[in-house]
């Protein structure tokens, strides 16, 4: 009958002695619990980023006022006015025919008094072109409004007869013109005067003229040097 051998721990197999379990087993927890925290942390960090990116200011960048010009910032009523002008002029250029051009500038004025109020400019803004007196010591005044667009009073008083433009020395803003020149940059205020053929009052010798390079007839009501 055969004895049966008894097992020590010296020849147990290696993975079943404890001095070696132990560690291995606290080697595996240690490497798992390792993996979970360096993906946990790159997933924190990620969303981290994210969150930053989320958070970055955005860029304002500011754009120039599409009323701003050469005179200065337009009123709302001004810039449309310079607006209807400037297709007006493109239709000109368009039209076949004298009539055409005719119809083309009594629509227009309509559509310029439809932007005014009871035909009155309230603090538009200008170039002084032209300003003097005549021989009786009234004052004539010339404003460039945008290119080749003006607003101005008679400069005689034959032309000024009916219409009285001309700015007398009692006005409230009479010795504020005489410190004025030529190149001045003026906020104003003026009614514009009414024609019989046409809602607005031109000082162009021909229609064809008062549509490409206006000049309207205005009573200044006030003046001031910007």
């Known amino acids: 009958m055969s004895e049966s051998k008894e097992i020590t721990p010296a020849s147990r197999p290696w993975y079943k002695k404890k001095r070696f379990i132990i560690p291995f087993v606290f ?59 400037e297709q007006a002029r493109e239709d000109l250029d368009n039209a076949e025919t004298d009539l055409q051009e005719s119809v083309i500038l009594r629509d227009r004025d309509k559509a310029l008094c439809g932007v005014l109020s009871s035909r009155v400019a309230n603090k538009w803004v200008g170039e002084v072109k032209d300003v003097g007196a005549n021989g009786e010591g009234k004052a004539y005044l010339e404003i460039e409004i945008a290119d080749d667009v003006r607003v101005k009073t008679w400069n005689n008083a034959l032309s000024d007869f009916s219409d009285n433009t001309l700015i007398s020395p009692s006005s409230k803003f009479f010795d504020r013109l005489v410190a004025m020149n030529k190149g001045d940059l003026v906020t104003w205020s003026a009614k514009f005067l009414s024609d019989s053929n046409f809602c607005l009052k031109g000082a162009n010798l021909t229609e064809y003229f008062y549509g490409k390079d206006p000049k309207f007839i205005v009573d200044f009501k006030d003046v001031v040097k910007q």
């Open 27 to 85: 080697m595996v927890l240690v490497v798992g619990f390792g993996g979970s925290s360096s993906s946990d942390s790159e997933d924190t960090n990620s969303a981290s980023v994210e969150a930053s990116a989320s958070k970055a200011p955005v860029e304002v960048i500011p754009t120039e006022d599409p009323n701003m010009s050469n005179y200065g910032l337009y009123p709302q009523a001004q810039a449309d006015f310079i607006a209807l002008i």
